[in-house]
């Protein structure tokens, strides 16, 4: 897994937030991919997953499987209703650009 510090800073920016005593709240997770059952070293903070979509609730769950907790981005970059919503190409990438908030 990358280190936070090897991540480029717009990464950064979105799972880190730093306290008062300029602690992170940044948590590095181990999860089992839902699907393809492969061990992912993920980030999680208040603000999201990194490495990995939680879809047994909130925004991602529309992308779930019945019975699906954790799907790894390898698995949720390959699901045809992702790739419909965020229209990614067969090369592996967004044809559109995408804007982050």
């Not at 990358?2 to 880190?16: C, E, I, S, T």
């Not at 997770?29 to 992912?40: A, E, F, L, M, N």
Request: with cysteine; glycine share 10%; charged share 25%.
């Amino acid at each position: 897994m990358a280190l936070l510090g090897d991540m480029p800073k717009n990464q950064r920016a979105y799972f880190v937030e730093e306290n008062r005593n300029g602690v992170s709240d940044i948590k590095s997770v181990k999860i089992i991919c839902s699907r393809c059952g492969k061990t992912v070293d993920g980030l999680q903070s208040k603000y999201g997953t990194g490495g990995f979509y939680r879809v047994s609730e909130g925004h991602w769950a529309k992308y779930a499987n019945l019975g699906e907790i954790e799907v790894c981005d390898s698995c949720m970059w390959a699901d045809p209703r992702y790739k419909a919503d965020y229209q990614w190409n067969d090369s592996g990438g967004p044809s559109v650009t995408l804007t982050v908030w």
